[in-house]
């Protein structure tokens, strides 16, 4: 059983920055692709990042791409998000989920076992 805790979320303006971070606990760690999604207000899920423990990736949805960076820190367990350049259309709840060590179809919610409670990210205009 994987535990993750998102943490890191809040209020920013437009055209600033932040970090969220991913601590994950339980299981294989190694065995697992780590994966970051969100959810705005009336919307589904959506892919934004993945990256394997073990190595492969990471992969960037085109609305982030060239803004958030996704790292790893094996020896913390813990993965970070950072979000660079926040608009707006940023703004929404961010998940942290972990499925098994496949790289197929990262950006299908349906895939990941796990999931963190979700850490809210407010950008202002």
């Known amino acids: 059983q994987v535990q993750l805790v998102e943490s890191g979320g809040g209020l920013v303006q437009a055209g600033g920055s932040l970090r969220l971070s991913c601590a994950a606990s339980?299981?294989?760690?190694?065995?697992?692709?780590m994966g970051w999604f969100r959810q705005a207000p009336g919307k589904e899920r959506e892919f934004v990042v993945a990256i394997a423990w073990s190595g492969g990736g990471p992969y960037y949805a085109n609305s982030v791409k060239g803004r958030f960076t996704i790292s790893r820190d094996n020896a913390k367990k813990t993965v970070h998000l950072q979000m660079n350049s926040l608009s707006p259309e940023d703004t929404a709840v961010y998940y942290c989920?972990?499925?098994?060590?496949?790289?197929?179809?990262?950006?299908?919610?349906?895939?990941?076992?796990?999931w963190g409670q979700g850490t809210q990210v407010t950008v202002s205009s």
């Open positions: 989920a972990a499925k098994t060590q496949s790289l197929e179809s990262v950006e299908v919610a349906d895939n990941y076992d796990y």
């Open positions: 339980g299981g294989t760690l190694s065995s697992y692709v």
